[in-house]
Every structure is written in structure tokens, then in C-alpha cells.
């Protein structure tokens, strides 16, 4: 049976308090009487809890991380991240998948994670003024991924830009009538890809005089079959695309194989540009803009761990790049197949 603290205080002569003060190395005890509490805790084999030495200080030494889904690639990725980022630094890490509206209530109203960590990270998740003001309530760090807000530690990309240049792109090879494949702008859980993606796109077809035709932005929800659908039905308009951008590889998987379904060539007949540089985008030799996930993932929490230390007074927001890579499914010579 493991020794007990109480059993160290017997065999040293000493309180229960005497020895958690100097197993954790506080300045208030004697060194006569720190040596026998060392000597009894080794002849015990004890070994301290580090629950109990967390709780001693006031610290958690964990991170609580809120995603809106814990089932899609770009969150799994950014989990992974952060739980390495976390590891390294003797930090552990507390989930709050959300999944829908109602999780995303239940979670503000009740903020489970009270008490229980030492910094949150909210993934790339709208928040409205009550729920900031309900993690403010919390009295700990709060960094956003994904996000920005003025007050705030953020790391991002910018959405925006990024789907320009995946729209600029393919009006730079002469198409005008662009399909969009997004992410469901009306979702309860409001992450904002799907968003500032779409103002991209729309921006990018002005710059060429092209008004967005509403008949031409179709839902994909950020699934493979989700993509084929919505690309399905881009192809049974009376005039379809030439070009499609979908918001996210996995998306543009789907549109790729319904484009091939249909009888059609990519990129002869429709070229399709997706968004993520997922790691099997080369595979699929998917034209897409690269967006730097773990290093996103990586940066935020560093710099989340720093403020909760008290080492990064002033909260900054900093702006990751994107990259267009350029494949064959918009430029048969840029083809890896």
C-alpha cells in the first residue's frame, strides 16, 4: 500500500502541514526539520500528489480549450496542438466540445470550467458581448484562435484574404461564373470560417465586375458528402460554373468526385480550388490555399501561457499567412499526378 503524507508526519515527528511546507520547498521551516521530513518521505517511498500540490498554490496547472466541434479535421488538428504545446509545458488540458446550440447555452450559462483551469482557448468560435462577458467572470486569460477581439490574445489567419486569392486565382485563368461551396452562415454555433470566406469571395468577383448570383453559393457543410451535394447541384443549373471554390478541402473532395460523376474533367471542364492544404490535399492534387493550423495552435497557447505566468502584459492579436498552392485541379501543368 502507496505511504500516505500522514504517514511521512508520524515517522518525522512532525504536523501534516510541516511536511507539505517542505516537500514543496517553503521557506518557513527549519532545515533540521525539512532533512527529517526528506529522509522519512524517501524511507516511505512517497511520492506527493501533484493534485494535491496544484490546489496547495492556487494554480490548476490546466487549460481549458472550447471547440464548436470536436469532429472535424481543422479542430482535431488544432486540439492536437495545443495539447502538445500544453504537455511540454507540464500543462494539462481540459475539452468543451460544444456540438450545438444547445451545448453552446448549457456551457455559458453553467461555465463548467470555474475554478478548474488557470487559462481558456476558445477555437475559432463567434462569441456575442454576454459570453465574453461571461469568460471575463472567470478572472483568468482568455485567448482566442481564430478570432479577434479588441482586449484580447488572439492568433489567426486572415479568412478574408485567403479566399480572395483562392477566387483571384481562378478569375486569373478566365472564369467569371464561380461556384461557392460554404459552411452554413446561419449556424447556431457561428465559427467563423464560413463567414469571412464567403466576403472573400464576393470581394474577389467585384474586382472583375461580377456580381455574386445567389444561385451560384450553395452549402456544403464542411463535409465530403456535403461537398458533392452542393456541387451536384451547382452542375444542374441552367448555366453552371466553370470554376467552383469550396471553404474547405474536404468539401472540395466531394465536388471533385461529383464533377467526375457527372461525366466532366477537372480542371477542363470545372476547375475547383479548396481551402486548408488538409494532408491529403496532394493526394487528391487539389489546388488550395495552405493555412498554418498547428502553428496557429502552437502560438496561441505560448503566448496564453505566458499572460497566465504574468509574462505578456499587453494581449496582441497576431496574423498568421496563408498560401496558395496551385495543383492540377485548376492548372494541368501544375499537376503532381
Keep these: 500500500m502507496a505511504a500516505s503524507i500522514e504517514d511521512v508526519a508520524r515517522l518525522a515527528g512532525v504536523s501534516i502541514a510541516t511536511v507539505s511546507r517542505a516537500l514543496r520547498g517553503l521557506p518557513d521551516v527549519a532545515a533540521a526539520t525539512r532533512d527529517r521530513v526528506l529522509t522519512a518521505a524517501a524511507e516511505l517511498d512517497y511520492v506527493a500528489s501533484p493534485f494535491a500540490a496544484r490546489l496547495a498554490s492556487g494554480r490548476t496547472a490546466t487549460v481549458g480549450v472550447v471547440v464548436p466541434f470536436v469532429n472535424r479535421w481543422f479542430f482535431a488538428e488544432v486540439i492536437d496542438g495545443v495539447e502538445a504545446a500544453l504537455r511540454k509545458a507540464g500543462f494539462d488540458l481540459l475539452l468543451y466540445n460544444l456540438g450545438d446550440a444547445e451545448g453552446r447555452d448549457r456551457f455559458f450559462d ?18 456575442d458581448d454576454a459570453e465574453f462577458e461571461a469568460l471575463g467572470a472567470l478572472s483568468c486569460p482568455v485567448g482566442l ?3 479577434e477581439r479588441p482586449g484580447f490574445l488572439s492568433t489567426r489567419i486572415d479568412d478574408v484574404c485567403g479566399a480572395q486569392a483562392a477566387v483571384r486565382h481562378l478569375t486569373s485563368l ?14 447556431p454555433m457561428s465559427f467563423t470560417p464560413p463567414l469571412r470566406r464567403r466576403d472573400g469571395y464576393r470581394d474577389a468577383l467585384a474586382e472583375v465586375g461580377v456580381d455574386p448570383d445567389p444561385a451560384l453559393e450553395v452549402l456544403g457543410y464542411f463535409t465530403i458528402d456535403g461537398g458533392g451535394e452542393a456541387a451536384n447541384r451547382l452542375l444542374a443549373l441552367p448555366d453552371p460554373p466553370t470554376a467552383i471554390f469550396a471553404e474547405s478541402d474536404e468539401m472540395a ?14 480542371p477542363e471542364d470545372v476547375a ?13 492534387d487539389l489546388t488550395t490555399i495552405r493555412q498554418p493550423v498547428t502553428e ?6 505560448a503566448r496564453l501561457l505566458a499572460v497566465a505566468a504574468g509574462d505578456e502584459a499587453n494581449p496582441t492579436d497576431v496574423v498568421l499567412p496563408t498560401q496558395l498552392i496551385v495543383r492540377g485541379s485548376t492548372d494541368p501543368a501544375a499537376s503532381v499526378a
Design 145 to 147: 484562435l481564430g478570432l
Design 253 to 266: 473532395y466531394g465536388a471533385i468526385r461529383a464533377v467526375r460523376r457527372a461525366g466532366l474533367r477537372v
Design 272 to 284: 475547383i480550388v479548396g481551402f486548408d492544404d488538409h494532408v491529403t490535399a496532394a493526394l487528391m
Design 296 to 301: 496557429q495552435a502552437l502560438d496561441i497557447t
Design 174 to 187: 478566365g472564369h467569371r461564373r464561380i461556384g461557392l461551396i460554404g459552411g452554413d452562415t446561419d449556424d
Design 110 to 127: 453553467v461555465m463548467p470550467m470555474r475554478k478548474r483551469v488557470d487559462a481558456v482557448l476558445i477555437a475559432s468560435l463567434v462569441l
